[in-house]
């Protein structure tokens, strides 16, 4: 609902919390956080943030990166989720959808998602009751599970777009019928950390979430087995399926798949922490931050944001008709 972004910037006295657009830096069938070295990895993502983006990343990111296609210029993290993909309703072919950006229109972003770093909620702030601490170089964390076959749980949601921009209610599953304006995809990941490691074998367990409903709502206390309050970082991903829906039989069941073969409740996505210095802290001190930076934490044009490019390290085409998904059949 874009009218709501117009109330808040009216009525806002202070708010807590970064939002800004990455464009697209690539699609590519690498993931650093969960198969670390392996080109290809097993399923194709969508990958946002800076050019040190690789097949195998350790250490301070902020320190091998030149550019990002964040608005925030001292942003070198990496962002990346499964990519969505139409499979022909009676011919079993597949096509990649692409992003489009939340906003549209409004600042050159192209493709891309929105990023989020909140501290307390959507309108206020917390931050003399609970500091926010920012995540440490060589941080990585994943929310969700390419292996999970039932529904997600809460904080991985599925919206389904008006022409209006009217996003509807937030549902654990992918659409059942078209949407106009395409498919809404949020990830929140969890915000309390065990202050200790920076990753965990199952990229999960060194963070805890204790948002328990929908939306953008103040987390309750964290336990004290992951005491460190963290900023709480959110994807929202608009994948473009309004140009497929002429091809879905009126009546047909869903036919968008994720990149790994799998249904809604697989929905996942990874996060490489790599903002330079100390910037995100810098943002997570101020309690006037709100959607598109403040004071200290410089940004960029989106158009320069979009020069920022990585090479294609897997030699594999995304794009066109596919009769197998990258990865997952005998046959491409
Ligand atoms: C990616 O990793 C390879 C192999 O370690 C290395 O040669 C290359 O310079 C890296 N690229 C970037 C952009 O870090
Ligand atoms: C399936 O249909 C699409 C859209 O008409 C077409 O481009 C694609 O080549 C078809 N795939 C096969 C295997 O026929
Ligand atoms: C952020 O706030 C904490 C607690 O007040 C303080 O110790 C720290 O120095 C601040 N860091 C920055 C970068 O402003």
Request: charged share 15%; with cysteine; glycine share 10%.
């Amino acid at each position: 609902m874009r009218w709501l972004y117009a109330s808040i910037a009216l009525v806002a006295p202070a708010w807590a919390g970064l939002r800004f657009q990455c464009s697209t830096l690539t699609y590519q069938r690498l993931d650093p956080v969960v198969q670390p070295g392996s080109n290809p990895s097993a399923h194709v993502h969508h990958i946002v943030g800076g050019n040190a983006f690789n097949a195998s990343m350790t250490g301070d990111v902020s320190a091998r990166a030149t550019c990002t296609t964040c608005q925030m210029s001292e942003d070198f993290s990496n962002y990346w989720t499964a990519v969505l993909y139409f499979k022909h309703p009676t011919n079993g072919s597949y096509h990649r959808v692409s992003t489009i950006p939340v906003v549209p229109g409004t600042s050159g972003t192209q493709g891309g998602l929105t990023v989020y770093y909140t501290q307390f909620d959507l309108s206020r702030d917390n931050i003399k009751q609970q500091p926010v601490k920012s995540f440490q170089p060589g941080f990585r964390m994943t929310v969700g599970s390419p292996s999970v076959t039932s529904r997600p749980h809460v904080g991985l949601r599925y919206q389904c777009l008006q022409s209006n921009g009217n996003r509807g209610a937030e549902m654990p599953d992918l659409p059942t019928k078209p949407c106009p304006g395409g498919i809404f995809v949020t990830h929140h990941f969890p915000a309390c950390w065990d202050g200790k490691n920076l990753d965990s074998p199952d990229h999960q367990s060194h963070m805890y979430n204790t948002i328990s409903s929908d939306g953008f709502p103040n987390a309750p206390a964290c336990p004290s087995s992951h005491p460190v309050r963290m900023p709480q970082v959110t994807y929202e991903t608009v994948w473009d399926t309004a140009k497929f829906n002429s091809m879905w039989t009126s009546g047909a069941p869903n036919p968008f798949v994720w990149s790994f073969e799998g249904t809604g409740g697989g929905t996942h996505a990874d996060y490489m922490f790599g903002w330079k210095g100390d910037a995100l802290q810098r943002a997570m001190n101020k309690s006037e931050c709100f959607y598109d930076g403040c004071g200290s934490i410089t940004k960029q044009a989106m158009n320069t944001a979009n020069q920022c490019t990585v090479k294609d390290m897997v030699g594999e085409e995304t794009v066109g008709w596919f009769k197998s998904l990258p990865g997952m059949g005998s046959s491409s």
